[in-house]
């Protein structure tokens, strides 16, 4: 029987697809090979969102080419769209192959606790740092019916939480030609019986609607939590990275989801660096998150990208003052998680655990709806059990928990 190894880079739609590209190959026979062994083929789902995707991309396949030289490699992903050329020159590189020739159908979710189900894939954006679009394509809906379907394999695969994922997810339903939108979607997969969670992966902020908040209000399965990329907090330069909202959108929008949904956890992307970005203007986007106190904060060092509009601006910022940028932002991160999180101290949550605890044994690791970090210690396997537990030590954005 020939084996194969899956590496995967970049988001929740290449983890996603990834997935569908594993049954595809364990249907014709394949089996995946054991860590640390060698094995037949491998199979590199690349990411192109920045330089360091890329090279990060460009160093596992040489790695694995390297590692096991009669193995054969395939690479796949977006940095095919582009850059395939590039890729397929890499001396040792089997094939060079787009996705569209893989199903996108999944039947479970390989060593994950949370299943990934991907309900739109592309983008119509057209923010202008960004080359997912030319790498991704335009915005694509996958029909409510086969959603619906494979939320219910999922479910009967034991999964109690599932993660609404997409390029842009907000756009959901707008190209297909039936009526379709993603809060009746939503409401659909509440229906299904197993799934206890529905998290969306993240939204743009003029994609969430009175529906939308409504519906978090009053479901009892959609999880209270949003990640809401906002990029900056200053206008001209969202102006100049083409968002299509200001700064003072995105506060209302989270001070009407805090009033509607009280306890609800925001997460949110920083893009430090962007062209022109000068002192005052990043000092806008601290003042928006102290306003706005996210859960979370993912930090991203703007990456220039052929063919995108911004690669044209000239005015850069050096690279030491975006380290220091970068650096004041995870300060702040986390000083914000702290004081979100410090609500909820000595308060009962209810936790889905997900694993033990890397290098410490006895200890499981899960979330609660509100995309807060637990631990708890426990002889006995609690792996995918939603289980109540009191919060009682905060610590470094982690709560100790009791049972």
């Not at 979607?185 to 409504?214: M, P, Q």
């Not at 052929?306 to 005015?315: D, K, Q």
Request: glycine share 6%.
């Amino acid at each position: 029987m020939k084996t194969i190894k899956f590496s995967t880079l970049g988001c929740k739609v290449n983890q996603y697809d990834t997935q569908s590209i594993r049954e595809a190959f364990l249907k014709r026979g394949f089996k995946e090979a054991a860590i640390g062994g060698a094995c037949d083929l491998y199979l590199i789902n690349t990411c192109t969102v920045t330089a360091a995707a890329d090279k990060k991309s460009c160093n596992i396949i040489r790695h694995c080419i390297k590692k096991n030289p009669r193995s054969k490699v395939i690479v796949t992903g977006c940095m095919v769209k582009k850059d395939g050329g590039r890729l397929s020159r890499i001396k040792g590189v089997y094939l060079v192959i787009s996705r569209r020739f893989f199903p996108e159908r999944i039947s479970d979710f390989t060593n994950h606790t949370r299943a990934f189900l991907k309900v739109q894939d592309g983008c119509n954006n057209s923010c202008s740092y960004c080359k997912v679009p030319q790498a991704r394509g335009s915005s694509r809906s996958r029909m409510p019916k086969e959603i619906i379907e494979e939320a219910r394999r999922l479910a009967k695969k034991g999964f109690k939480e599932i993660v609404l994922t997409g390029i842009c997810i907000g756009a959901y339903g707008r190209d297909l030609k039936i009526k379709a939108d993603l809060v009746g979607l939503i409401k659909n997969l509440e229906n299904i019986g197993g799934i206890l969670r529905i998290r969306l992966s993240s939204i743009e902020a003029k994609d969430v609607s009175e529906e939308l908040i409504e519906e978090i209000s009053l479901s009892g399965k959609l999880c209270p939590h949003l990640h809401i990329p906002i990029q900056s907090g200053d206008d001209m330069i969202l102006k100049l990275m083409n968002r299509r909202y200001s700064a003072g959108d995105y506060i209302d929008l989270v001070r009407k989801l805090r009033k509607k949904v009280p306890g609800i956890a925001v997460t949110t992307d920083i893009l430090v660096g962007f062209p022109g970005e000068k002192r005052i203007n990043f000092d806008n986007t601290i003042k928006l998150l102290k306003k706005i106190e996210p859960l979370k904060i993912h930090i991203f060092p703007y990456s220039r990208r052929e063919g995108t509009a911004a690669a044209r601006f000239i005015e850069e910022v050096p690279p030491q003052e975006v380290k220091r940028r970068v650096a004041e932002l995870k300060d702040l991160g986390m000083h914000l998680t702290n004081n979100y999180m410090s609500r909820f101290n000595n308060k009962e949550k209810s936790v889905l655990i997900e694993a033990i605890v890397k290098d410490k044994s006895g200890y499981w690791e899960g979330f609660t709806d509100n995309y807060m970090q637990v631990i708890i210690r426990s002889d006995s396997c609690l792996k995918n059990r939603l289980i109540p537990l009191q919060l009682n030590k905060l610590t470094q954005g982690c709560f100790l928990a009791s049972a």
